[in-house]
């Protein structure tokens, strides 16, 4: 049985990273349940009823001071965050964002802080990923952490510490690979898909897996931008949600030779699948930039840059995973939140949107 909101969901929100894949489709759901909503970003998104954008340099304190001077939430989400070289400088810039954004809303009757951070939790950061000893598939959230340095660790430590400070409850949320709807984001599955599969058929050339035999053939699941919003949002209002952390995924698992076929019939385009090695995107999409360009043009595309449609080094490295990835979801269901996608109906559903807003064409017959 889900549990019950403590009260009218009417107040006050600030989502971080409010026009990436995660953050924007919490600023979604909360519009739509009629929060007041300030959406931080480093440009301002689209126009929603509640939603007033907050321009703010995240790398900045005193920037982060200046925006959020005279701002008021009552309920943080926060969900961007800076890739670097380095895992060293991941925990500095990652772990300096949570701790400037939280000390700057020092003087904000904030309630709950909820963070997005993702299975490197148990996988190890980029730097070691997947390297040294593992929890077994599929992971649970009383797995102590990995003895490697992580940027995860270090965001969690300096929410731990500002709820400590400031007297705030909090929830982390760990997302597997996220699928949603964004546009120059740099891990966009998603969208990177819909990119090949509409150049495969302007081509008319198959729809190739660029991934592992592992990947091809063994169980994974997937995050839905919109579950993860709905779960954050949840963890946020609730008691059960306070102070813990929550894996969150569609709540099915499946295998890409399966799901790979059922994403090539919407596109109209002929799959192929693992053949004897991973065949990246990277290599199998080189030079498709013009290519995009005219599809852009001759069909009136919102966005004629592939490189801020497609991220195809993310879903090189997603599907060309040698280990098997899947979550354990029980906690967030005993404690209530019991929402559940089929992984196939969020891609044809997120592809039904881009069509819609003209990030793919209709039809490249």
Not at 91 to 102: C, K
Not at 139 to 154: G, I, K, Q, T
Not at 216 to 230: C, K, R, S, Y
Request: charged share 20%.
């Amino acid at each position: 049985m889900m549990t019950i909101s403590l009260e009218p969901r009417t107040h006050t929100a600030l989502v971080v990273g409010a026009s990436g894949i995660t953050g924007s489709a919490v600023v979604d759901q909360l519009s739509a349940e009629g929060w007041q909503v300030l959406a931080l970003a480093r440009r301002s998104g689209r126009d929603l009823p509640g939603v007033r954008w907050i321009q703010a340099d995240l790398r900045s304190a005193a920037d982060l001071n200046r925006a959020l001077a005279s701002e008021m939430p009552e309920r943080v989400f926060f969900t961007a965050w800076s890739r670097q070289n380095t895992e060293e400088l991941n925990i500095e810039v990652n772990a300096g964002m949570v701790r400037d954004l939280l000390a700057a809303l020092a003087h904000a009757p904030v309630r709950h802080v909820a963070l997005v951070t993702g299975l490197k939790h148990y996988l190890g950061p980029f730097e070691a990923y997947g390297q040294g000893a593992m929890p077994d598939t599929p992971f649970s959230e009383h797995e102590p952490r990995l003895d490697v340095a992580n940027f995860y660790y270090a965001q969690e430590d300096e929410l731990f510490a500002a709820s400590a400070r400031q007297g705030f409850t909090w929830s982390v949320h760990r997302s597997h690979t996220v699928i949603g709807h964004a546009v120059g984001n740099l891990m966009n599955m998603g969208l990177t898909l819909a990119a090949q599969a509409t150049l495969c058929r302007h081509l008319g050339i198959p729809f190739v897996f660029p991934g592992s035999e592992t990947q091809w053939n063994g169980v994974t699941d997937m995050t839905d931008a919109t579950i993860l919003a709905e779960q954050m949002v949840w963890a946020a209002t609730t008691d059960a949600g306070a102070n813990e952390a929550f894996n969150v995924v569609n709540g099915d698992v499946f295998r890409w030779r399966a799901m790979w076929p059922k994403i090539a019939a919407y596109f109209g385009v002929e799959p192929e699948g693992f053949v004897n090695e991973p065949r990246p995107l990277e290599v199998q999409m080189a030079g498709m930039e013009s290519v995009w360009a005219e599809l852009a043009a001759a069909h009136g595309l919102v966005e004629s840059d592939l490189g801020r449609i497609a991220s195809w080094w993310h879903t090189d490295a997603d599907l060309g995973r040698n280990i098997e990835v899947f979550t354990d979801i029980t906690k967030s269901r005993l404690a209530g939140f019991t929402a559940h996608h089929r992984t196939i109906d969020s891609f044809t559903a997120l592809f039904d949107r881009y069509r819609t807003e003209k990030l793919i064409p209709e039809s490249t017959k």
